[in-house]
């Protein structure tokens, strides 16, 4: 148990619907990455939060957006959804920005979203 | 441009056989950082081994062992003795200071391990 917590595990929606994935990172860790892993794209990342505030962007589409609370937890929101998007979305907590000494990143059992 | 490249798209082997997988990084960070994360058919992303960019002395965890080689890029990983559960999707990752620590993944290795 990484204690990266993933809601909801599997999620089934249809095109054009909205969807919100939500992730508790591990007690005392400040940062917040999501990924994204489908069939051909691999392992992607998204956006990261360090201690509420955006940090970096990877490759996120503008239909989606994140935040990160106050109390840490995180929410990645997928709009306008498209057959595409299904994938696996992986959150992953560390402890933060050079403050890490070891870098490693705890990962979440992940979310399956199906877009049908 | 991609930073982790794992040239093995699949491998399989047969139980107890060892099962080397490559790894090549880019990156022009002095401190940075390389993972092995192992996914099951079950999904989730397990962290198996981490190296620093500092200490290049190779080791062996169990059946597990790595080799890192900075004047060539490589962190090649190494599970000696495979056994069926074995069988999973390896991802090689680097993690960059300068980047604020995060991953990035190779495409990763689907190692099949038949009995």
């Known amino acids: 148990d990484s204690g990266v917590t993933q809601t909801p595990k599997h999620l089934i929606t249809a095109t054009g619907q909205r969807v919100t994935l939500r992730c508790s990172p591990r007690s005392g860790d400040l940062s917040v990455y999501w990924y994204q892993q489908s069939l051909d794209q691999g392992l992607q990342f998204l956006i990261q939060?360090?201690?509420?505030?955006?940090?970096a962007k990877g490759n996120i589409l503008e239909r989606f957006s994140a935040q990160q609370f106050p109390d840490l937890h995180s929410e990645l929101n997928l709009s306008s959804l498209e057959l595409g998007d299904s994938a696996l979305y992986f959150c992953?907590?560390?402890?933060?920005?050079?403050?890490?000494?070891?870098?490693?990143?705890?990962f979440g059992e992940g979310s399956r979203l199906t877009v049908l | 441009a991609q930073k982790v490249t794992q040239a093995q798209t699949e491998i399989s082997v047969v139980e107890k056989e060892d099962v080397t997988l490559d790894c090549v990084y880019e990156?022009?960070?002095?401190?940075?950082?390389l993972f092995w994360y192992k996914q099951p058919p079950s999904g989730e992303l397990v962290f198996l081994i981490r190296?620093?960019?500092?200490?290049?002395q190779n080791e062996i965890s169990g059946r597990y062992s790595w080799n890192f080689q900075k004047s060539t890029s490589s962190f090649n990983f190494t599970i000696t003795a495979s056994q069926v559960v074995d069988s999973a999707v390896y991802f090689c990752?680097?993690?960059?200071?300068?980047?604020?620590?995060?991953?990035?993944f190779g495409a990763g290795t689907t190692v099949t391990v038949r009995a």
């Open positions: 990752a680097l993690s960059e200071v300068i980047n604020d620590y995060k991953l990035s």
């Open positions: 939060y360090y201690n509420g505030e955006e940090r």
């Open positions: 190296r620093n960019s500092f200490d290049e």
């Open positions: 992953a907590s560390s402890v933060g920005s050079r403050r890490t000494p070891t870098g490693e990143l705890f």
């Open positions: 990156t022009r960070d002095t401190t940075y950082y």
